[in-house]
């Protein structure tokens, strides 16, 4: 996997932060960007680390999975 470089706040962010796959910043912040770029240059444990905590993650993520999930949610509130 590939560790995720994230300049954007909210559920996204979240999710990236919630599975340890990436290195958050400041939205439009160069100086921070930077350094997150450096840190993964500099630290190969790191860039593998959350590169395999993304690729862990991303499994969760089928679509045709979440659909299923999704639809069985429906259907519950729809019968009560």
């Given at each position: ?13 979240d ?16 100086i ?49």
């Amino acid at each position: 996997g590939i560790p995720i470089l994230m300049g954007v706040r909210g559920e996204a962010l979240d999710i990236v932060e919630q599975a340890g796959a990436g290195i958050a910043f400041e939205p439009e912040n160069s100086i921070q960007l930077a350094g997150a770029i450096r840190h993964l240059r500099d630290n190969p444990f790191a860039r593998e680390s959350l590169g395999n905590a993304g690729r862990t993650a991303a499994r969760g993520f089928d679509r045709g999975r979440l659909a299923k999930l999704m639809l069985q949610k429906i259907e519950q509130v729809g019968n009560q």
